[in-house]
């Protein structure tokens, strides 16, 4: 599986071996981390796709996406799938960026390629969440076109619906 490539954003999927080397700290000869990176987030997220590939497999295409810069290719944050697609079709994502790389829009585009990757691969809904304080993800979620559907005590939930175009919808003999 390819990176997604986005007008200054390569979406990159990590595969085993760099989700083994980010949670150890310690970078490969070719990657290149900005300051800050990997966050906790991003160490949480990478052993949360070991144990994936652990019990399951590789989850790829749904599995964790390094978010790099496309001029010099640093790392900046990470976006990744909460698990497969369910069987309604509905997936939950999460992300986030180093405090250097925010309030740039790098999350809105990241974002906005992987809805648009999902959506391609036959995904109806896309779910998340944000803190009720963490109004700039909430803004994130928004410019990429998730609505607010609830909230609770602790977050406010977002998603994104499409119709189920696998279904059969033709004419009946």
Known sequence: MG????????LHPMTDAEAERLVAGEPDGEARWAPGYPTDGDVSAARRLLNTWADTGDPRPFGNYEIRLREGGQAIGGLGFHGPV??????????????????????????????????????TRV??????????????MMAAGMQPVGQDERVRYFEITWPDTTADTGPRP
């Open 3 to 10: 990176d997604l490539v986005t007008a200054r954003l390569v």
């Open 127 to 140: 779910k998340g969440d944000a803190d009720h304080d963490n109004t700039a993800s909430q803004r994130v």
């Open 86 to 123: 369910d069987e309604n079709g509905s997936v939950t994502i999460g992300y986030g960026l180093v405090p250097a790389a925010r309030g740039k829009g790098y999350a809105s585009e990241a974002l906005r390629a992987v809805l648009l990757f999902a959506r391609a691969h036959g995904v």
